[in-house]
């Protein structure tokens, strides 16, 4: 039989990925390109988000059962993402067959600590987004937008440029957040769906 060769990320690796400033090294570039998140010049992502995003990686690459070393090897990547959306099937079957993530930050962005992204996030230039946020699968920021702290972005929504996002605020999946907009805070956001 045929034996399984994952391309998982070691945890020593996260080690130099940014600065003392917290900037994304050319070393974390590397790291993040390899698993399929592109980012801008002066982009800084916190230690902790850059091990969820990792740790999200890897998991792609291990099987759900245990592979006998004795007998058998499979060739080959692992995917597995628990996702039935007629909107999204397509988008994530692209991904599935990179094994990337398809995650774009832009130039100028700060990511704080313990930050979600979920497959198919797009944020773009001069973006905040404060500890403990999540966006959710293919969702797209736009530049220059804030979110708070705790702040959550329902899947497939697009938040548009100079955006802001206050604390523990919800924006329902597939909606629209319109330029320039403020949501506030602990508030639900779910009045301009995608889909009409």
């Known amino acids: ?19 003392e400033q917290g900037y994304v090294t050319a070393k974390g570039q590397k790291l993040l390109k390899r698993i399929g998140v592109e980012t801008g ?12 995003l990792v740790n999200l990686y890897n998991q792609w690459k291990r099987p759900h059962r ?8 499979i060739v080959g990547k692992f995917l597995g993402i628990p ?18 993530m398809g995650i774009k930050i832009g130039e100028g962005t700060i990511i704080g600590e313990d930050v979600m992204l979920g497959l198919g996030v797009s944020i773009g230039r001069f973006c905040e987004i404060s500890d403990n ?4 699968i293919f969702s797209t920021l736009h530049d220059k937008v804030h979110l708070g702290r705790s702040a959550f972005v ?7 440029s100079e955006s802001r996002i206050m604390p523990k605020a919800v924006i329902a999946p597939r ?16 009045r301009s769906n995608k889909y009409q």
């Open 1 to 19: 039989k045929v034996y399984h060769i994952f391309g998982v990320i070691p945890e020593h690796e996260i080690d130099g990925m940014v600065d």
């Open 41 to 52: 010049s002066k982009v800084s992502i916190r230690k902790s988000t850059i091990r969820v």
């Open 66 to 73: 245990r592979i006998d070393s004795e007998t058998e090897l």
């Open 83 to 100: 996702e039935e959306d007629i909107y999204l099937e397509e988008r994530l079957n692209e991904l599935s067959h990179s094994f990337r």
């Open 133 to 136: 946020c999540e966006i959710c």
């Open 154 to 160: 329902g899947k497939d929504s697009d938040v548009e």
């Open 175 to 190: 909606n629209i957040v319109k330029k320039k907009s403020l949501i506030a805070e602990g508030s639900v956001f779910n």
